[in-house]
């Protein structure tokens, strides 16, 4: 069956170290990922996605993720944080006209 | 712009209660999705509309799960017969494309509660 694995479920960051947050997937097609990010208080929000063509996605605020076919990943990264990026961040494959999946999500917490 | 709006953002009922939870999608936008978040988890699929109809229901967890919209805008997701496992929160999106495979706008969800 088709899964999302987030495997970082809590990581704590100081302000501007590197991110890198991690996403595999489970589906042998062709796939669309994407992004979201729920910042406190607030509902979720498109991040970035990924359709087709160049497999490093450029997103807002200042993220990007690669898409790796061969590892089954969609990483997010972020050359240096901010304190702002404490949030919650998810990733979801569709599958399929019908089918999205999201990961269980990873809380991301920046010390200021 | 206004965004997606759910309401009650807060439902509280008794075990064996129906509930029903209303969602107001973004003006025009065609395609409107109902997502059950439970505690430490991400958004599940429920359901999925475009325009009136209901084009996929293969997420509703039982047959006391019951979504509509009957005019292509507003939804309604009714849970009938609440059991302690329907406590959740109750995502609504939607999207001004068709088709599942696009971006989608939330809104700030529905906490449900079951005693």
């Known amino acids: 069956a088709q899964s999302v694995s987030q495997h970082n479920h809590h990581v704590i960051l100081s302000e501007a170290a590197s991110l890198e947050l991690g996403c595999n997937y489970s589906?042998?097609?062709?796939?669309?990922l994407f992004w979201y990010v729920q910042y406190p208080g607030q509902h979720l929000q498109l991040l970035l996605k990924y359709f087709s063509g160049d497999p490093l996605v450029k997103g807002i605020k200042g993220f990007e993720a690669e898409f790796i076919k061969s590892k089954f990943s969609f990483n997010l990264r972020k050359p240096s944080v901010q304190w702002s990026d404490t949030a919650e961040y998810f990733c979801?494959?569709?599958?399929?006209?019908?089918?999205?999946?999201f990961g269980k999500g990873t809380r991301l917490h920046i010390l200021p | 712009g206004a965004g997606v709006s759910q309401s009650p953002r807060y439902k509280v009922a008794k075990r064996g209660q129906d509930v029903a939870l209303r969602c107001d999608p973004i003006s025009g936008h065609v395609s409107l999705f109902w997502y059950q978040q439970a505690l430490g988890q991400g958004p599940e699929f429920l359901t999925y509309?475009?325009?009136?109809?209901?084009?996929?229901k293969s997420g509703l967890p039982s047959d006391r799960f019951f979504a509509e919209r009957p005019e292509g805008s507003v939804s309604t997701l009714k849970i009938q017969r609440t059991q302690q496992e329907d406590s959740a929160v109750y995502l609504c999106?939607?999207?001004?494309?068709?088709?599942?495979?696009?971006?989608?706008?939330f809104g700030d969800g529905t906490r449900l509660s079951i005693l």
């Open positions: 979801a494959l569709v599958v399929g006209d019908d089918k999205i999946i």
């Open positions: 999106a939607s999207s001004d494309y068709w088709g599942i495979n696009q971006p989608q706008h």
């Open positions: 589906y042998g097609g062709t796939v669309n």
């Open positions: 509309f475009q325009n009136e109809a209901q084009l996929d």
